[in-house]
């Protein structure tokens, strides 16, 4: 699974109706209600704001709205485009601002239908690693070694506090932290151990 690295977006000009199509990563249902909710407000004078999302390792949640537009004729092509895509963890909005000339709803199907593969063909990916967050305390000098193994291993979101003790928090591909763990835990003699934060 793949899942976007950004925000996109394209648009275009069918018949006199813009098509604005932009694309989100989202990791739940939740920040995808709170996005069409932003977007709606952000294009208050766009006739139609039709979304279709994906999310979930294995791409097991979605949703789709026509908004408005005829039934099956804006969500469905969009999410049909997304499903086809091995892509999760997002959401295409299609805003529509109408220019006056009905398209019918077979010209509807290809406007929303090619507005997604539009913005998915400009869009940048990368591969959905599971993470695990975790956390560990050592001395200053344990410090030291604990930084020299870091640097074999791909971090994310690294956090570190100075205190009497440090503390350091971030996360790490699932599948390797048992390996992380195993290797700080031998270097420091058994006095530091990383803990999966839930």
Known sequence: MKIPKDY???EETIKGSRFLSELFPISSQAEVREKIKAQ??????ATHVCHAFICGKNAEIMGMSDDGEPGGTAGRPMLDVLKGSGATNLLVTITRWFGGTLLGTGGLVHAYGDGAKNVLSVAE?????????????????????VKKIFENFTLYDVGEDFGEAITIKGEIAAIDFDTLKQKIFDSTNGKVLPIINS
């Not at 709606?40 to 004078?45: G, I, S, T, V």
């Open 8 to 10: 996109f977006s394209t």
């Open 125 to 145: 990916f990368e591969e959905l690693v599971e993470k695990s967050k975790f956390s560990l305390s050592c001395d200053y000098q344990q410090y030291q070694v």
């Open 40 to 45: 709606k407000q952000k294009y208050a004078d």
